[in-house]
């Protein structure tokens, strides 16, 4: 089956410098990429994604990159702030577009220093 | 707009007791439903989805069961709970099959 490699684990760093998390898959079938935040005690919030036929998607502070080629894909969280403090997933969809539900990394603890 | 709603929001049962998780989505119609265990400091392990009433597809052998009694209901069951069942239950919806929205979660503890 389709599996989702995400690093790092824990990643910290200061208010206002910039992040990035990767995620690699191994299924080239792959072809819907969404990153999720999930704060302590809640659900997952969808924050952005990806389609293969893209390469990069902005949203104001953060972006998602995505190599077809070499099957991986990163999250690009600039200007950090501490609200940012989170842990973050990357996903991915092959079959039916999601609707058979999504393989999700083992997330990054991000950690904002003041 | 849409919202999911998940019930209870935390759970303490002893080993052997019998579960009920539900789920419920306001704000659409048909969706696609799934239910996700996400263990201590792990990531999000899919345990079942739902295409539509009475269809439920299963991911991996468990100690749990799944049913859509109506379109945007799903509930997860067990007969009797084990240690390992212990963990954050998630609940999400699509509309198409690609973004998926989850609900606040259910945190269960087998003791």
């Known amino acids: 089956g389709e599996n989702v490699e995400q690093h790092p684990s824990t990643l910290s760093v200061q208010e206002g410098d910039s992040a990035v998390i990767k995620c690699t898959y191994s299924?080239?079938?792959?072809?819907?990429f969404p990153w999720y935040k999930q704060e302590l005690g809640k659900g997952p919030q969808l924050i952005i994604d990806?389609?293969?036929?893209?390469g990069e998607k902005k949203d104001q502070r953060i972006a998602v990159t995505l190599n077809k080629t070499a099957k991986h894909f990163s999250l690009h969280i600039t200007e950090t702030q501490p609200e940012d403090s989170a842990v973050y997933f990357c996903?991915?969809?092959?079959?039916?577009?999601?609707?058979?539900?999504?393989?999700f990394g083992k997330g990054t603890h991000l950690i904002i220093q003041p | 707009s849409q919202t999911i709603h998940q019930w209870p929001a935390t759970l303490v049962q002893p080993v052997g007791s019998p579960l009920s998780l539900e789920c419920t989505v306001e704000g659409t119609s048909n969706p696609n439903l799934y239910w996700y265990r996400q263990a201590a400091g792990r990531g999000l392990q899919l345990l079942f989805y739902s295409v539509g009433i009475g269809q439920i597809s299963s991911e991996v052998p468990q100690n749990l069961s799944a049913s859509r009694p109506q379109d945007r209901q799903f509930i997860l069951s067990s007969k009797k709970l084990l240690l390992s069942d212990s963990g954050f239950y998630l609940c999400?919806?699509?509309?198409?099959?690609?973004?998926?929205?989850f609900g606040p979660g259910t945190r269960l503890t087998v003791t």
């Open positions: 999400a919806w699509s509309a198409f099959g690609d973004e998926q929205y």
């Open positions: 990806i389609r293969s036929n893209v």
């Open positions: 996903a991915g969809a092959w079959t039916g577009g999601g609707a058979d539900g999504l393989t």
């Open positions: 299924d080239s079938a792959s072809n819907y």
